[in-house]
């Protein structure tokens, strides 16, 4: 049963439009919530994270909201450039857990020039 | 040069042949990872070592196993490969402690068991 999910396996944006991507969890003791971006023949790279105590942070374009009755966070990218086109990797951590990372599946974004 | 080297980048192989993939970090961490990824499975947890005598299994360890040979490096191994274990494996590091962890990862290796 995946603890973290992210029910849409791909998006398309026009460049310099907003880009949102969700995710959603199950388990209510996660302390911690990151984004990674995966371009092709890449490793994945941290972009921005979460702490639970939190329900926003930003950093330049890149600003992730948690939601933590829902169990949902959301990843929005303002505006988007090609550039961003590349897979999102959400994940969440848990300090009981040794603060080992549980990924979700991934988007695949793409966006449009 | 790039912080987590993992070699060989790509590799095939065949079923019941043993098959060893390679990590090496220049980061200085303590903690290291071994992932795979699989298409609508996202990364998945194979075994981690936080520090060099540590070793841990992850949520799908069965048909792996690892060594940790010094603190820089972490090898993954398939004792027996089969063609299930075909996906794209990446090693990661971090540096432990409290808060969040972020993990740094090497490039991959894409393994296909025919």
């Known amino acids: 049963d995946q603890q973290v999910k992210q029910n849409s396996p791909s998006l398309s944006v026009q460049e310099g439009r907003i880009s949102i991507l969700n995710c959603d969890y199950t388990?209510?003791?996660?302390?911690?919530f990151l984004w990674y971006k995966k371009y092709p023949a890449e490793g994945p790279t941290f972009l921005i994270s979460?702490?639970?105590?939190?329900d926003k942070n930003e950093d330049g374009r890149f600003t992730v909201f948690l939601n933590k009755s829902a169990k949902h966070l959301s990843l929005h990218i303002v505006p988007s450039q090609p550039g961003d086109s590349a897979v999102y990797f959400c994940?969440?951590?848990?300090?009981?857990?040794?603060?080992?990372?549980?990924f979700g599946a991934g988007t695949i974004l793409r966006v449009k020039s | 040069d790039a912080d987590v080297t993992q070699t060989p980048r790509n590799r095939i192989t065949k079923t019941g042949k043993r098959i060893m993939l390679e990590c090496s970090q220049t980061?200085?961490?303590?903690?290291m990872y071994w992932y795979r990824q699989d298409p609508g499975l996202g990364l998945r947890l194979i075994y981690y070592?936080?520090?060099?005598?540590?070793?841990n299994k992850g949520e799908i360890s069965d048909g792996y196993s690892v060594s940790r040979q010094a603190q820089a490096k972490f090898s993954l191994s398939l004792e027996s490969a089969i063609p299930n274990q075909t996906a794209l494996y990446f090693c990661?590091?971090?540096?432990?402690?409290?808060?969040?962890?972020?993990?740094?990862f090497g490039s991959g290796t894409q393994l296909s068991v025919l």
């Open positions: 990661a590091t971090s540096e432990g402690g409290a808060g969040v962890e972020k993990l740094f």
């Open positions: 388990n209510s003791m996660f302390d911690y």
């Open positions: 979460i702490s639970s105590i939190k």
């Open positions: 994940a969440a951590s848990a300090n009981w857990n040794g603060n080992k990372l549980v």
């Open positions: 980061k200085g961490h303590d903690r």
């Open positions: 070592s936080f520090d060099v005598k540590d070793i």
